[in-house]
């Protein structure tokens, strides 16, 4: 009979792996966060130009689509900096991933 406390070789379960490489899946979480920037952004500035447009400016289109460009515009460089502060190479040789 065997001793109830070893382990049997059934019950050793394999490292799971990811279908895709940590690199790929990495850079569909920053394509993610990117569009996910986009919208939001885009959106709240269109949805100020529309408030000011119809306080201020006498119910123009402009407005609204000075708004949508700037969080366009800022979604953009906040994507940008993402993937070109996880191209440099880092002072001690190592890479920490912020959020």
Known sequence: MSDST???TNSIV???RPN???????LNEK???CLSTLLIRSTLGA??????SVLLFKRRAWPAFVGF????GRAW???DSSFKRAA??????LRTMRP
């Open 88 to 93: 440099a190479p880092s002072k001690d040789g």
């Open 14 to 16: 394999p490292a799971v």
């Open 47 to 52: 949805s100020f130009g529309v408030i000011f």
């Open 31 to 33: 394509w993610d966060s």
């Open 20 to 26: 895709r490489p940590m690199s790929e899946a990495l």
């Open 69 to 72: 460009g700037f969080g366009a």
């Open 77 to 79: 460089e906040e994507c």
């Open 6 to 8: 070893a382990p049997s």
